[in-house]
Structure formats: C-alpha cells, structure tokens
C-alpha cells in the first residue's frame, strides 16, 4: 500500500528526492509522514505534511528538507538537500496517524536507503 523509492548514495552536501507512492484508500488518510532508522537504532520522526499541506519538521531537517504531496497523483515527496553523513538512514513512509512517535501511525512503507558519504 505504500511504496517507497528515491533512495542511494550521495556526496555531502547533495540532495536527493524520495517518493512514496501509495494505494487511494491509504492516500486517503489526513496525514502522511517520513521516518528514518539507523541499523540498532529507534525509528525517529522526520516530517509529517497533513492534507491540507500543512507541515511540521524534526529540529535536525528545518531548513534542509521539505515534505510534499501530490494528491493527484497519490505521492508523497521528501526534498532531502545540504546532505550530511549523519542523514544516513533508511527512511520510511508512514499514513494513517499524526505525531512524532512511530506507534501513532498505521501503515507503513518499506525502507528506501540514503547513504551520504565522500
């Protein structure tokens, strides 16, 4: 229901664009948000965008990223740019909740890896 590409290898400093592309009836829910995880690591809360596009942001991504949807086309975007190696995470997609806390969301994508490194 929610699948999550975009991911790769990057330079510091870089950008990279992740998509997550989901079924109607899961695009449907209010909200929609990035996760990331580090291998041994808890899953912290990225971004979250509301229908309305309203956004809130983790204190470490302001200014850097940028959550989007396009509701047309049922996707949800994030902008990653300025990249840093502690970025390095595999980041996940969420639907269905609202909140910092991975427990309040319902659905979830599968991982899509970002490794910045020179």
């Known amino acids: 229901q929610l699948q999550a590409s975009g991911g790769g290898l990057v330079q510091p400093g870089g950008s990279l664009r992740l998509s997550c592309a989901a079924s109607?009836?899961?695009?449907?829910?209010?909200?929609m948000a990035w996760f990331r995880q580090a291998p041994g690591k808890e899953r912290e809360f990225v971004a979250a965008?509301?229908?309305?596009?309203?956004?809130v942001y983790a204190d470490s991504v302001k200014g850097r990223f940028n959550i989007s949807r396009d509701n047309a086309k049922s996707t949800l975007y994030l902008q990653t740019d300025s990249l840093k190696p502690e970025d390095t995470n595999a980041y996940y997609c969420?639907?269905?909740?609202?909140?910092?806390?991975?427990?309040?969301?319902?659905?979830w994508g599968q991982g899509t890896q970002v490794t910045v490194s020179s």
């Open positions: 969420a639907a269905g909740g609202w909140g910092i806390r991975p427990q309040s969301w319902k659905y």
């Open positions: 109607g009836r899961v695009f449907g829910f209010d909200s």
């Open positions: 965008i509301r229908w309305t596009g309203s956004r």
